[in-house]
């Protein structure tokens, strides 16, 4: 089956410590992003990646890192989690850039105390 | 940056009626996309339209494609409780360095959120 799978889907954690978030595509996919979710501002992308080893920013990648090794796997690193970055977090994959319609996992509902 | 701006914010109806949401911009698209999401899940694609003009259906759900390319419309006919989540509207505006070619990333509206009574 076609999808996006991202892990885990709950994480509480403490401010500073470190984290992971997993996402991994079946679908040969050259596009993922990370979206964060937040009430009353909708999706908000954080960081793109076109394809193996081509990242870049989105609107609001401050406190966030990525890392595409592999055309599969997009994880999102957060190196030093604030209580700001609570939030509800997606990953989609594309075949392609812009025109193509995303795929999204099933989120990462995050909490940092 | 580039804002979709997406009306109504929330809607509540009974069981079996109509409903109308649409979304806006002040830059040109070229492709419409309207994503649903449920409640604990992520957004699923409901309807994608790629012609000024088009208008396409899925079910009970029909969407538009502005003429101006600056618009585009979503109609659910005779709702019922599963219809329930937050629709959303999205494209990737055509940037001025390329105006007939690449596009950017997609951005997304704000979300209309439904809620169905039934």
């Known amino acids: 089956e076609a999808q996006v799978t991202q892990n885990p889907r709950y994480l509480i954690t403490v401010t500073g410590k470190k984290l992971t978030v997993t996402c991994s595509q079946n679908m040969n996919h050259e596009y993922m992003s990370w979206y964060r979710q937040d009430p009353g501002l909708g999706l908000r992308q954080i960081y793109y990646?076109?394809?193996?080893?081509?990242?870049d920013k989105g609107d609001v990648p401050e406190g966030y890192k990525v890392s595409r090794k592999e055309k599969r796997n997009f994880p999102l690193i957060l190196e030093s989690p604030s209580p700001n970055q609570t939030s509800l977090y997606f990953c989609?994959?594309?075949?392609?850039?812009?025109?193509?319609?995303?795929?999204f996992g099933n989120g990462t509902r995050l909490t940092v105390t | 940056g580039q804002q979709l701006n997406q009306s109504p914010q929330s809607m509540f109806i009974q069981e079996g009626e109509d409903v109308s949401m649409n979304c806006t911009s002040s830059s040109i698209f070229n492709t419409w996309l309207w994503y649903k999401q449920e409640p604990g899940e992520g957004p699923v694609l409901l309807i994608a339209?790629?012609?000024?003009?088009e208008l396409t259906s899925n079910g009970r759900l029909t969407a538009q494609f502005g003429i101006t390319r600056k618009d585009s419309f979503l109609n659910i006919s005779a709702s019922i409780p599963s219809d329930v989540g937050i629709y959303f509207c999205?494209?990737?505006?055509?940037?001025?360095?390329?105006?007939?070619?690449?596009?950017?990333?997609?951005?997304f509206g704000k979300g209309t959120k439904l809620s169905v009574k039934p």
């Open positions: 989609a994959s594309s075949f392609n850039r812009g025109n193509s319609p995303l795929h």
């Open positions: 990646s076109m394809n193996v080893e081509v990242t």
């Open positions: 339209l790629y012609k000024a003009g």
């Open positions: 999205a494209g990737p505006p055509l940037t001025p360095v390329n105006y007939g070619g690449s596009q950017g990333n997609l951005i």
